[in-house]
């Protein structure tokens, strides 16, 4: 079955090496504060300034004022530290980030990524996707596999205005784990009890099987 965006999230956070500096996008992305794995110390980055964020805040712990980039109200880990946006993207833009995990409204074969706009609704802006995908030193995509009429949302070719281009190399969803390699999604892990084919069914751009695919551990 599909996982939850708990467990997306923690199958991202699967990914975080010690002594890394991650900057974690709004949505599925910011709940993998919360799964960070025992015996790793990694400084979890806010575009909005702030370094070192921790998990969600239990009631005894809220602080207006100590919010992500998506408003939500989080805590800061023993020494965190507090800036201004414009240090927080120096840091981005100078590719002082190991990764960034970001969401997607669809990305395509050739690691290009969509995450910004849909035609017809109304945004305020790009946000700073645009200085992630280009200063980040490597890129994880998380979101659900298709979208809520079933849609693909891994394509061919993107449909929707780009953020990014040819910068996406890894993509976490509720269905499996796949990687973009020369113009193709290659599957790596599956979500327990999905099979290929649901996942191929699923997919819009050209998938290749992977010789040993395993089962996600979530």
């Known amino acids: 079955m599909a996982l939850s965006r708990d467990q997306i999230a923690m199958r991202v956070a699967q990914e975080f090496q010690d002594g890394d500096y991650v900057n974690l996008g709004i949505g599925i992305p910011t709940l993998a504060a919360s799964f960070v794995p025992e015996g790793i110390s990694v400084m979890l980055q806010s575009e909005n300034g702030l370094l070192g964020m921790g ?34 993207f120096a840091m981005i833009r100078g590719g002082h980030v190991d990764f960034t995990v970001l969401g997607a409204f669809e990305v395509d074969v ?41 849609n693909p949302k891994l394509l061919s070719e993107c449909t929707l205005p780009l953020t990014g281009v040819n910068c996406i190399t890894r993509i976490i969803t509720d269905l ?14 599956r979500a327990p009890g999905v099979t290929v084919e649901d996942i191929q069914a699923k997919t819009g751009g050209k998938l290749v099987v992977s010789e040993n695919v395993t089962e996600m551990q979530v």
């Open 55 to 88: 998990p969600y805040p239990h009631e005894d712990e809220l602080d207006a004022d100590m919010i992500n980039a998506g408003k939500e109200t989080v805590t800061a880990i023993t020494g965190a530290s507090i800036f201004n946006s414009a240090e927080s």
């Open 110 to 150: 050739n690691g290009n990524i969509a995450s910004w706009m849909i035609p017809g609704k109304l945004v305020k802006g790009m946000g700073g996707a645009m200085d992630l995908v280009a200063g980040a030193k490597n890129i994880i995509v998380t979101m659900t596999h298709t979208d809520k009429h079933g």
């Open 176 to 189: 499996a784990v796949l990687e973009v390699v020369d113009g193709a999604f290659l599957l790596k892990e």
